[in-house]
């Protein structure tokens, strides 16, 4: 029998689920692209509007041979259960069948705590046999606590398939991540990656 979920999902924005269309005619970054590590647990992209960030990310995903998933995210998906909705269809679009278990409980009256939502998280991506990239372009636009709560306990101890990378506007937004997600040794191996790729980012001789 179809849930209120199942309604509401016949109602969401399809193309978020899409990395955005690229310009053949934009700029090659070759040297930004070799920033990325594919075997990370987690790649923050942080810089300024109009700075490129997604059109690298793009790039750098084209040039991959490995199932990725993209979400762009806007004001509305500031809500547990649509944010996980979103999340859980774009995993979906490359693996079929993505989180069932955690489909179900979204349509649930009641959530389950964050933690548990995590842990179905967590199982779901370690049900999946290979390496996989999530993208979160525009996370800036995410607020609520109980959404950085889920992330943190996903990120407390990363699903071995999964490389989340984190797409965010704000410049002082890395040093919430890294209170919110990062180990210690994390945050020192985030520092270098994103002191490189921002500065790489906002110099004048990309514009």
């Known amino acids: ?28 970054r070759p040297r930004l692209l070799t920033l990325f590590d594919p075997e990370a647990e987690l790649t923050l992209v942080i810089a300024a509007a109009g700075y490129g960030k997604t059109t690298l990310l793009c790039d750098w995903l084209s040039a991959l ?39 179900d409980q ?36 995410i607020r609520r606590p109980e959404i950085h709560a889920v992330l943190t306990e996903l990120l407390r101890n990363p699903p071995a398939p999964l490389h989340l990378v984190i797409a965010a506007r704000r410049q002082a937004f890395r040093a919430a991540l890294n209170r919110r997600f990062l180990t210690p040794k994390r945050i020192q191996d985030c520092q270098r990656y994103y002191n490189t790729l921002f500065n790489t980012l906002t110099a004048r001789d990309i514009e």
């Open 1 to 28: 029998m179809p849930t209120s979920l199942d309604s509401q999902v016949r109602y969401l924005v399809q193309t978020k689920l899409h990395p955005p269309h690229i310009s053949r005619e934009i700029v090659a």
């Open 65 to 103: 041979h490995r199932p990725a998933a993209w979400l762009t995210l806007d004001g509305d998906d500031d809500n547990l259960v649509q944010f996980l909705t979103y999340l859980t269809l774009a995993m979906r679009r490359p693996f079929p069948g993505f989180g069932d278990a955690l489909f």
């Open 106 to 141: 979204l349509a649930a009256p009641t959530l389950p705590p964050a933690p548990l939502l995590a842990a179905m998280l967590h199982r779901a991506f370690e049900s999946i046999d290979q390496p996989c990239i999530l993208v979160l372009d525009d996370y800036h636009l």
